[in-house]
């Protein structure tokens, strides 16, 4: 057995002293042939480990160059030091790993630039930036499971690969095990996907929505959490190819009891994170804040980053139609000196410029639009009494625009039919989401959140490629 | 807002009487146009509604047949009936959605197959069956969640879409946007990738380990939990070409580490279902028990379901090296009476019918074994002193066979590059793997466990196909 170790989040989190314990990590700084601080990755504080002088050979010492590894055992004791309340007097210390610091490619006093990391994220995860990111991310995702396992949602796992392309939310990748040369052909020449691994032509999901209504059909309340995909050449700070997507669907729900959720669910895993990763939020906070500094007094942030999120968990976020919010888009300022870029009138599809007005400028919180034009909504949204629009909702929020996307779904058999014929949605193909309707129909909502663009919005970071591992973007995949 | 209701789980654990409630959900049965069970999912047990004769119009109680949706406003009255302690003197009840009896395919008094069943996977979730396995695999996968955040993993999203194809872990699907008509070609008449959508080849993941890796070796220990993908053309009851995976890695860990906890973990996720789940399981146990009852006396489970869990709990894993894993089977009555199809020696990776043997009728409990030959496991397994056999570990499962495939991990970077290149790994393609040994390598181990497998165990169901919600299999994605 190896692992008898103490984690540094642990030990510092006791502040006992007395005892001896054994630590493992990784060097980040070896001071004065003395001060060695060891980082283990639990959190961005290191443990001071304190050599005595001459007590290890120099040959040893010349090895402790960052990011070599290590492990240390000796006794806690209070710290003379500043920033740090104690540290272990080294008593054994041996090197797991050497770290050669001519070729190793993190220099940190360099102050690598997050594009710079991205080119190495294989090892970005080691700098205090990516530390703070990911246990934030993996701090949301446990808050997500624990949420709708209080509330009695079930968990399930809708598939990645599937023959329905009927939801028309994006272009889809294909997937295939049919070779490009002698591909399987008709008669006809066209490709004999009957040949193919599913005997279909099958795809990437771009949402598990429609599984969803059939799992909340039966169990009342579930959830998705799973990878979905986007074949869209989007090279922007805030498109993926691949992301993660949370989709609650709740039976017996109507648009009302779907916001109520939304804004229940969101302020419980902003408040997940900010009671467990307090000092990877105040970390990034101040990140922030020093990269708002580099920005034009106009362009920066009114709130720091903890500000923010304990604004978000303190106010009720904003609840308007869409003909409210054009309305106030075309009473605005900024469309009276036409500025604009896109025109506003009732029915457009908002540009982001509009999103940022309304939560930035106007409310400055997040906003719920609801009831939107149904021709720029899905075919599943239920048709308002008004006839022209549907029982959509968005949530805007401050900085990273759209990040929750959902709507009560059309439970009416006629009403679906009816509008799946004018959007050309073939209804043979979805007999099985018809079949919903068709026994025991109910009022029922739901809605889908982008995990990274929830990540972005909570970390502050400002770009999707940093909240997740390994970035798939149009001409990347690496790692 | 729609949503005032009380679940029947909760109605039903309450064991209150006399205050008014709302319940909503689906029609089980409807006996004597007086005693509706409504079923909603929450729980398989139904909550029965009693309608006074005469209260509600004939027209009204013809509809309510079988998976109807209603809605039903009443008094909560202890029961006089059999089966439970409280029902719901109705005051006001409302169809939410007819189903036509004549055309529902879920007709539950003909007992439907579990073959037939899948077809209708849309509707399956509303058996008492389905019901209890999706209720258990919610929790499992929550208890997997909650294990490894209370120890302070990390959880990664490693990446679906992958470039890399080094891990030989089986048969890929190519994920790509070219088209097989007018594919873009290079001048040799080969596939022009740099025009695909990433700029170059890529498939679904079979497995996150070496991305895992990455994270381990930065914030000391993370889990993975995600979809993984094998192209083969595998038609059996334990296959899936899409099933969800588990992998946590651990630095400063060695293969007891890993082995103790991987046994902590699959303890800890029955031990959640026991103690959440116990009704759901109980039926489950019951169903088996009468399936069980089917099959000729010598085929039955010497134990029930609870039983068998039970056993799991209480008892440590066998923890057997391969060498010994042989020499048990070639001392055994099997053997010498010729009993085994495929033959027995020292090097062969081990049968189905072998791992039985072990599993079911010599140690009759979980098993893990240990170091296997080099020769038939992966690049990236330790080598052990002997220099021939690797510091591997599955763990075997009563009828289930392989659920775990672990190891220590190989960091010593001169062996690794020795152990690719005998084994034809590009090393060109992992230089990002690689770097993990070349800066501070440690000690490392880590586990795959698949998720389906796992839910068969704890379960008790026999097809793989029946404890995910939309199996993908050859010729099959339907839904």
Redesign the interface.
């Known amino acids: 057995?190896?692992?008898k170790?103490i984690?540094v989040?642990q030990l510092l989190a006791s502040e006992q002293t007395g005892h001896e314990v054994t630590v493992?990590?990784?060097?980040r700084t070896f001071r004065n042939n003395q001060f060695l601080a060891v980082n283990?990755?639990?959190t961005n504080n290191n443990i001071q480990i304190v050599l005595e002088l001459g007590q290890f050979d120099d040959a040893l010492l010349k090895r402790l160059t960052t990011?070599?590894?290590v492990?240390v055992t000796g006794e806690v004791v209070p710290s003379m030091g500043k920033g740090q309340k104690i540290e272990i007097k080294a008593k054994t210390l041996e090197i797991?790993?050497?770290?050669?610091a001519e070729?190793?490619?993190l220099q940190l006093k360099n102050r690598p630039s997050l594009e710079y990391l991205r080119e190495i994220a294989?090892?970005r995860?080691?700098t205090n930036t990516f530390?703070a990111v990911?246990?934030v991310?993996?701090s949301l995702?446990?808050a997500i499971?624990k949420f709708f396992?209080e509330k009695?949602f079930?968990?399930?796992?809708?598939?990645?690969?599937?023959?329905?392309d009927a939801e028309g939310a994006g272009?889809m990748?294909?997937?295939?095990?049919?070779p490009?040369?002698g591909?399987p052909r008709n008669e006809d020449g066209s490709?004999n996907f009957k040949e193919d691994?599913?005997?279909?032509s099958?795809n990437?999901t771009v949402s598990g929505q429609l599984?969803g209504e059939?799992?909340a059909t039966?169990?009342?309340?579930i959830y998705t959490f799973?990878?979905t995909?986007r074949?869209e050449?989007s090279n922007t700070a805030r498109h993926l190819?691949?992301f993660?997507m949370i989709e609650p669907e709740?039976?017996?729900?109507?648009l009302?009891?779907n916001m109520?959720l939304a804004e229940e669910f969101i302020k419980y895993i902003i408040q997940h994170a900010m009671d467990n990763n307090r000092e990877d939020l105040e970390f990034l906070a101040q990140r922030l804040a020093e990269e708002e500094k580099q920005k034009p007094q106009a362009e920066r942030s009114e709130m720091g980053l903890i500000e923010k999120l304990e604004f978000v968990l303190n106010n009720n976020f904003e609840r308007i139609t869409y003909t409210e919010a054009i309305d106030i888009l075309l009473q605005s300022p900024a469309y009276k000196k036409k500025k604009f870029q896109y025109e506003v009138k009732w029915g457009i599809d908002m540009q982001s410029e509009h999103e940022r007005y309304l939560v930035e400028k106007h409310f400055k919180k997040p906003v719920i639009v609801t009831n939107y034009p149904k021709d720029i909504k899905a075919f599943y949204m239920r048709l308002n009494e008004d006839g022209k629009t549907v029982a959509a909702m968005d949530i805007l929020a401050p900085g990273i625009g759209e990040i929750v996307g959902g709507s009560q779904r059309e439970?009416r058999l006629e009403n679906l039919e009816a509008r799946m014929k004018e959007m050309h949605v073939p209804a043979d193909e979805l007999w099985?989401?018809l079949?919903?309707?068709?026994?025991?129909?109910?009022?029922h909502a739901g809605f889908g959140l982008g995990f990274e663009r929830m990540v972005l919005f909570v970390t502050g970071m400002t770009n999707i490629r940093d909240v997740?591992?390994?970035p798939?973007t149009?001409?990347?995949?690496?790692?």
């Open positions: 057995m190896f692992n170790r984690k989040k493992m990590g990784w060097v283990d990755g639990s990011s070599a590894s492990k797991l790993g050497d770290s050669d070729k190793y490619p294989h090892m995860f080691r530390g990911f246990r991310r993996h995702a446990f499971h396992n009695g079930v968990y399930l796992h809708t598939p990645i690969i599937t023959a329905s272009e990748f294909r997937v295939t095990s049919l490009f040369d591909t490709v691994f599913f005997g279909k099958t990437l599984e059939l799992g039966a169990f009342g309340e799973g990878p995909f074949a050449n190819a691949e993660w709740m039976a017996f729900s109507d009302e009891d109520n439970e099985w989401y079949d919903t309707r068709r026994f025991g129909t109910v009022p997740i591992a390994f798939r149009p001409k990347t995949a690496e790692f």
